[in-house]
């Protein structure tokens, strides 16, 4: 199964390109260029992402290795189910925002579209990579791509955030590094595949170092991911964000909740020896914790921004403290809530500036931003009055509104009811004792995502009235078509999902049982055939 | 040589953990670098520290053991060019939020007397 077709490593290259060349574009005059470009560019990655997923629903492993130089002297990719649904769900992510931002926002200040490019080179190649240290040189590519996306637009808001968001990550940053040594320094490797195959003949007295590192590497991913108490930066960042860059941020949470899940299942998993299992109480209490927290901050939040920032942590904190658990079944539930919450928290950044528009603490922003850039304001204004209005807006906007809480807090009928009924059916009932008692993490689980799809449903309810009902003196915002049919477009794909739930479903319980055993992907990427009589013959 | 680098590493380590938690974003930066170096040294301390060891002997198969790991010191490389740039791109973040603000604590604001 090495070697591989040549298109895993487009999600990598393509973005690369795009966003080179945009460089050399760049300025007012090519700007109608650059912008198809990206979504040229987006779209063509969606393809690809699609062909990929179809690639690997057929349970087939792409290894592609770099410089044909077999792993783990070389570097790999490798495409599993798992990397090829993130890849999938990045980039539909990506298209929805790049199409948003069109309508206004890519002029709010220079190189939208090349850091967006790069954005996506990142994400796509943290999904993809099979060794720690390019997961660490990916990582540190989207961030620096955040970084400039997070102050698109300027303002002080934006600087304030963008600071702690700076300083929080490359703090992280330096943890991962240290983490990464501590694991190579044990194990003498730092190809995931070969590490998983290696932690089990760890030696007693080096396992403490090995799990130190583990747990130094895990803290920089739970940050990225928002696990309490790591995430206070985050709802504030994410307010504060342009919407089409909080939209694409929803997935950025996700790259570490991935990793986690991906590690702690290929590294200590049930195969692992002494280690097997480490940090799963942690990931489990972490979580719910994460869960509660964010419910409590959707409760206590009066913007509509801030609202989205805390359903972004109780979306990780679901997956993490299913990842906590450890069981086939919950883990694909959790895939399952994973696709559809990102989207649904994704549609409702978008949808929350729409909403804020003929509102004050909205129109504040807007005005920040413009106030720094001046010029480009009446231009804005002149053209806005020939693009396509929507009649039906407060209409439209009140629909999607109800579509994004229905899947953020989870309620029938849309996909957010069904991930969660998949994840609570699978943890009451598990697969090791049927029939036999619930065990307690099952109830933990079960008390706490109601108790916050609970808080979900009133806190959003609440800003509902706010908005549609209660507001006497405002203005019905100017919507165009292209700014809502994004939002229609991954609503569209939660409905989708919710009416194909048993094809999404057995594709996630595929991708849980092979991430539950590990053992595949250890073969498949070490390449046994050949690698493995290599070593027999120097024996 | 071990005790000289783990002095070195923990002082920087500290000196950089003590000035991230400063309230001015200078001393933030100057701390975020301290914290890099140490880091670096860390890394180069996790391939094991010998003094004097070739990468490669020319014309000489050797045993493995006898040679220094090549493999930190690639990593060491791309770390510090890294955080070259993003304290450069803090750097530039750090003045625009003086510049907004006004003032150069970390909050964008003094706090209250």
């Known amino acids: ?539 | 040589m071990e005790l000289v680098l783990a002095i070195g590493i923990g002082t920087l380590a500290a000196s950089g953990v003590w000035l991230i938690l400063r309230p001015r974003t200078f001393q933030v930066i100057v701390g975020l670098s301290l914290l890099s170096y140490s880091v670096n040294l860390f890394i180069v301390a996790m391939g094991r520290v010998r003094s004097g060891a070739p990468v490669l002997n020319a014309k000489e198969v050797g045993d493995a053991g006898s040679f220094a790991d090549p493999l930190p010191q690639a990593l060491v490389l791309t770390a510090i060019v890294i955080s070259f740039a993003t304290t450069a791109l803090f750097l530039v973040v750090l003045l625009a939020s003086r510049g907004l603000a006004g003032t150069d604590h970390v909050d964008g604001q003094e706090p209250e007397a």
């Not at chain 1, 696990?227 to 709802?235: A, D, I, Q, R």
């Open chain 1, 1 to 539: 199964m090495s070697g591989g077709s040549g298109l895993v490593i487009a999600p990598i290259l393509l973005p690369l390109l795009t966003g080179a060349g945009m460089l050399l574009l760049n300025g007012e005059r090519h700007r109608s260029i650059v912008a198809g470009l990206n979504v040229g560019a987006t779209i063509a990655l969606v393809c690809i992402a699609t062909l990929l997923l179809g690639v690997s629903a057929a349970g087939t492993r792409d290894v592609y290795q770099l410089g044909n130089w077999h792993a783990p002297f070389g570097i790999v990719l490798v495409l599993d189910r798992l990397s090829a649904l993130m890849l999938l769900l990045t980039n539909v992510l990506a298209l929805a925002s790049v199409v948003y931002s069109l309508a206004r926002w890519h002029r709010a200040g220079a190189h939208f579209h090349s850091l967006f490019q790069f954005l996506l080179m990142g994400l796509n190649g943290a999904f993809l990579t099979g060794d720690l240290f390019n997961l660490f040189v990916f990582f540190e590519l989207l961030l620096a791509a955040s970084y400039g996306l997070l102050l698109h637009g300027s303002g002080l808001a934006r600087v304030k955030a963008g600071l702690h968001y700076i300083v929080i990550n490359l703090a992280a940053s330096l943890l991962f590094l240290i983490g990464v040594s501590l694991i190579y320094g044990v194990t003498g490797t730092l190809n995931m595949a070969d590490l998983a195959a290696r932690v089990p003949a760890v030696a007693a007295e080096s396992r403490g170092l090995l799990e130190a590192g583990a747990g130094v590497l895990a803290v920089a991913f739970l940050l990225k991911a928002g696990m309490w108490p790591l995430n206070f930066w985050l709802p504030t960042a994410y307010a504060a964000a342009s919407p089409p860059v909080a939209s694409i941020f929803a997935i950025m949470t996700k790259v570490g909740v991935y990793v986690v899940l991906r590690l702690s299942l290929l590294l200590f998993g049930d195969d692992a020896g002494a280690s097997a299992g480490f940090g799963q109480e942690w990931l489990l209490w972490g979580g719910l914790a994460t869960i509660l927290f964010g419910a409590i901050g959707t409760l206590a939040s009066q913007d509509t921004a801030r609202l989205g920032g805390f359903s972004v942590l109780i979306s990780s904190g679901t997956v993490l403290a299913a990842t906590g658990i450890r069981q086939v079944g919950v883990t694909s539930g959790a895939l399952f809530y994973l696709v559809s919450s990102t989207l649904g928290i994704s549609a409702f950044f978008l949808l929350v500036e729409l909403i804020e528009r003929g509102r004050e603490p909205g129109a504040d922003m807007i005005a920040v931003t413009r106030e720094a850039y001046g010029e480009a304001d009446e231009a804005d204004e002149a053209e806005e009055e020939v693009g396509i209005t929507i009649v039906a807006t407060m209409g439209l906007l009140g629909i999607a509104f109800i579509g994004c809480a229905l899947v953020i807090a989870g309620l029938p009928p849309l996909s957010g009811f069904i991930a969660k009924f998949a994840l609570l059916a699978a943890a009451l009932h598990p697969a090791d004792h049927p029939g036999g008692a619930i065990p307690g993490n099952g109830w933990a689980l079960l008390a706490v995502l109601v108790l916050s799809g609970f808080a979900t449903l009133v806190a959003t309810a609440r800003a509902g009235i706010r908005i549609f009902w209660a507001s006497l003196d405002r203005t019905v915002p100017r919507v165009r078509v292209i700014e809502m049919a994004p939002i229609m477009f991954l609503l569209f794909i939660c409905a989708a999902q919710t009416v194909l739930a048993g094809p999404v479903m057995r594709f996630m319980q595929a991708t849980a049982q092979s991430l539950h055993a590990p053992a595949g992907y250890v073969s498949d990427v070490l390449d046994n055939g050949a690698w493995g009589s290599r070593q027999a013959e120097g024996k």
